[in-house]
């Protein structure tokens, strides 16, 4: 009866993996704008990337790199959503510092990083710190994770732009392509 409960309560704590649904959550960025994933993959992939601290060189190295592959992101209708634990004055400082065109959630009480299980645990190391670990997931339109990255490799954002799927976009492409042809024809 016990080894049920403790992989039961393994399996409930555990970081999402590839190929598993990612934890709902409904969240408000330093704007005060929500962001609901069940809603956010219905438009594309969602790059969720939690990172420890703001103004430290390790995430301004990714944010900022995030930020010079916007674009690449955008041609794949994904979006980003950068969570700290920071608090949302700390948050807009450095988004605005960045000149970050993607949202930033403010996390402070870790709940969404606790949600993913990525908040550090390591008081006994680091009292009173308490942070994200780095992880990013790209979370796909069945809500399904399709890459974690995790510590130094989640710093360049390339190997999660790749796992952004191509939208499949067959009707609104016919549909833009007929708008555009359409002028031509007159």
């Known amino acids: 009866m016990l080894i049920p409960m403790l992989v039961a309560g393994l399996l409930v704590g555990a970081t999402p993996q590839v190929g598993e649904v990612a934890p709902e959550f409904t969240v408000e960025d330093t704007t005060g704008k929500t962001?609901?994933?069940s809603q956010m993959v219905k438009n594309g992939p969602v790059i969720l990337a939690f990172f420890p601290k703001a103004f430290t060189s390790g995430c301004t190295r990714e944010l900022t790199a995030y930020r010079e592959r916007y674009a690449d992101i955008e041609k794949l209708s994904g979006q980003v959503?950068?969570?700290s634990m920071?608090?949302?004055e700390t948050l807009t400082k450095f988004k605005e510092s960045l000149k970050a065109p993607f949202a930033f959630i403010p996390d402070p009480e870790g709940k969404l990083a606790s949600l993913?299980?990525?908040k550090t645990s390591d008081e006994a190391r680091m009292p009173g710190m308490k942070f994200a670990n780095?992880?990013?997931f790209v979370i796909g339109e069945d809500g399904k994770v399709l890459k974690?990255?995790?510590g130094k490799d989640a710093i360049d954002p390339t190997e999660a732009i790749a796992?952004?799927?191509l939208r499949k976009k067959a009707d609104t492409a016919k549909g833009s392509d007929a708008k555009q042809a359409q002028p031509q024809k007159k």
């Open 134 to 136: 780095r992880f990013t």
């Open 86 to 88: 920071d608090d949302k």
């Open 148 to 150: 974690v990255e995790s």
């Open 81 to 83: 959503l950068a969570v």
């Open 35 to 37: 962001y609901t994933l």
């Open 163 to 165: 796992s952004c799927p």
């Open 116 to 118: 993913y299980d990525v």
